[in-house]
């Protein structure tokens, strides 16, 4: 009798989860390199602007814990990493080995020697009630299994600390048919221009469409356990930052 696999989207294809998580690592693998100049060209900055909000959304004190989990190429960590100073402790993670490297590699030469760590947002290696702050920019729509990253990053939450996740989202709806034609054919043409990879970018795409919209991910963080969940649609809703406590 054949074993059953549980399937997931992987864009708008349906896949076997185990392939899902091969899958996306081939793209992360793939765009590593050129990932900070891809965001800049895709977003037109503006992905730097969302990041400067975030921040002081954090409201980072000297001394704090933080975690960023698919911290990537490390632009929250180092940022954070400066307002918790050599009291704090800032952690960089990724499930992804190439994204990882660059984000360490990144912090390293900027001074920054904080602990940078592969691991699965869906099984965090660390202890419940750990850090004042948990972080995900980016990441969170890539994941298999959104509920049980949440409950995760609720768990390793002290009480009273704050998760932060910055996402694109659900954009407003008059400008929904230009935002299409601009993901589905300037992204790909933009990936096979720089990155020499239009498939990664049509799935980054894909996958922005399949991701819960602002109000569904609010909900779901409040069924992880979060309180006070609220969000900020950012740009027109091209992206939203979801905050929600631990009480």
Known sequence: MPTMTNTTHFGYETVSEDDK???????????????DVMN??????????????????????????VLDIAG?????????AKRAGPTGEVWLTDINESMLRVGRDRLLNKGLSTPTLLCDAEKLPFPDNYFDRVSV?????????????????RRVLKPGGKLLVLEFSKVWEPLKKPYDVYSFSVLPWLG?????????????????RMHPDQDTLKQMMTDAGLARVEYFNLTAGVAALHTGIKL
């Open 40 to 65: 800049d060209l895709m977003s037109a900055g503006l992905h730097r602007v969302w990041k400067i909000f975030t921040i002081a959304q954090a409201a980072i004190r000297p001394g704090f814990k």
């Open 137 to 153: 920019a980016f990441g969170l729509r890539n994941m298999t299994h959104k509920d049980a990253a949440l409950a995760e990053m």
């Open 72 to 80: 990537g190429t490390g632009d929250l960590a180092k940022a954070f």
């Open 21 to 35: 998580v091969h899958k996306v690592a081939e793209v992360f693998h793939s765009v590593a390199p050129k990932y």
């Open 192 to 208: 096979k221009k720089i990155a020499n990879d239009s498939e990664s970018y049509r799935y980054l795409a894909e996958s922005i």
